[in-house]
Structure formats: structure tokens, C-alpha cells
């Protein structure tokens, strides 16, 4: 089976700042894979690097098979990858529906979902579908960041800490659509600094320090590997 992701070697550099140091990943279709570390281990510079996002790039990026390291983030994009940054970027001046609608299908990926699919997932965007983007609540907005994603037709989504800063009712949410994305097929790579949401959610986990990866094991190994984690995120 081909996997959704493939980095082997990967280097990232901001300007003169050299970022990453040779990250070795593999994402299996359907997989909900976390990227856990300390605040500048690396890990958002990991899915900005996926994306084209941040400056040179060497080593390899295979997405679905297909080398990506020497492409523009408009043609990486278009081979499946949705990212949600940190930020969000939700527009202020549009409403909630008219922020969704906003990114156009990707070429080359699968059909979208719909709509009418978006507000069934996400009941309170379609209370909200007429509301600006500012008055949408932190949760509301996150879920608008993900739902955009989602009807382009993007398989592979890149999350950086969706859950933080939010009420626990809304991460319970979101938990809840991971969990439902999953079991639509779609893979998932989660940057997350809280530890309690992604533990339960991931069927792997990758450890970041110092630009590189420096643990990874599957769920069924999480009990065994607490007192690592302990010593290097200090959960």
C-alpha cells in the first residue's frame, strides 16, 4: 500500500536559520498520526515545510507516491493536502458560509464534501452560516478552518493545535470529528501541545526535539512510553 505521506531526510531552513535536520515520517492512508514536542521543536515547521511554506527544503516528500519537494504550494495542494494553520485565517469581512465557500475544488483530488455534509458535521456553523467571521466564537472559527478544508476535496489534512486556547466542550467536539473523519477515510497529521486530546485520538505518535524526530510508536505502546514523554514534554 503506497502511504499518504513519505518524508525521508527532510531539511528547512528560515532564511539563514536552519529548522528541521533530516525528519523521517511515514503517514499510512487513513492513519491519525500527532506530532507532539515543545514549543519550537519544530513540528509546525514540519507542515509548513509539507506545504512549500517555508524556505529551502531538501530530502523528500512523497504524497500518495508523488515527489512534491520541488513543487509551489498551489500544485502540492492540488495532489490532496489541506492545511490549517495555527491562525486560522478566517476573513472578517465574510460570513460564515461565504468563508466556506471560499477555496476553490481541487483539481486532481476527490470530490468534496458538500455543503449540506459540512453543516451536518457541524451543526453550529449552520446556525452561524449567515454570521460574520468575527463574531463566530475561538471554537467556531476552528471548525470553519477545518469544514473549508474538507470541501475542497483535500484527503490529507495537516491540523496545527486546533484544540488550543478552547473551551473543553468545543475540543470534546472536535475530538468528535476527528474521530468521525477517520472513519470517512481521511488522514490526518495533528500538531498538539494538549496531550489529553491528542492521546486518545492518534493512531501514532511522532516525538520532535531539536528539528528532529526522536521517538515514535503506535497507540497500543502510549502506557509503556509515559515516562519518555514525561522527560521530554514534561506531560
Known amino acids: 500500500m503506497t502511504a499518504a505521506l513519505e518524508i525521508k531526510g527532510l531539511e528547512a531552513w528560515y532564511g539563514e536559520s536552519h529548522v528541521l535536520h533530516g525528519v ?25 515545510a509539507i506545504m512549500g511554506l517555508t524556505g529551502a527544503r531538501k530530502g523528500s516528500i512523497l504524497v500518495n507516491g508523488v515527489e512534491t519537494i520541488s513543487m509551489a504550494t498551489y500544485r502540492i495542494a492540488h495532489h490532496g493536502i489541506g492545511y490549517c494553520p495555527e491562525e486560522r485565517g478566517i476573513f472578517a469581512s465574510l460570513s460564515c458560509e461565504e468563508n466556506l465557500m471560499l477555496p476553490p475544488q481541487l483539481k486532481g483530488a476527490g470530490a468534496g464534501m458538500s455543503v449540506e455534509e459540512i453543516y451536518d458535521m457541524f451543526p453550529n456553523l449552520a446556525e452561524r452560516r449567515h454570521s460574520q467571521g468575527t463574531r463566530l466564537s475561538g471554537g467556531e472559527q476552528q471548525m470553519l478552518a477545518v469544514a473549508r478544508i474538507l470541501r475542497t476535496g483535500a484527503k490529507l489534512l495537516l491540523l496545527d493545535e486546533i484544540s488550543e486556547g478552547l473551551a473543553p466542550v468545543i475540543v470534546q467536539a472536535l475530538a468528535r470529528m476527528i474521530h468521525m473523519l477517520r472513519s470517512k477515510g481521511y488522514t490526518v ?47
Open 24 to 48: 523521517d515520517m511515514v503517514v499510512q492512508p487513513g492513519e491519525v498520526v500527532t506530532l507532539l514536542g515543545r514549543n519550537g521543536a519544530g513540528r509546525t515547521t514540519t507542515l509548513r
Open 189 to 235: 497529521v495533528m500538531v498538539e501541545q494538549n496531550f489529553r486530546f491528542a492521546a486518545p485520538l492518534a493512531d501514532r505518535f511522532y516525538v520532535m526535539e531539536h528539528g528532529r524526530i526522536v521517538e515514535k510508536f503506535g497507540s497500543a505502546e502510549l502506557e509503556a512510553k509515559m515516562p519518555v514523554l514525561h522527560e521530554l514534554l514534561g506531560v
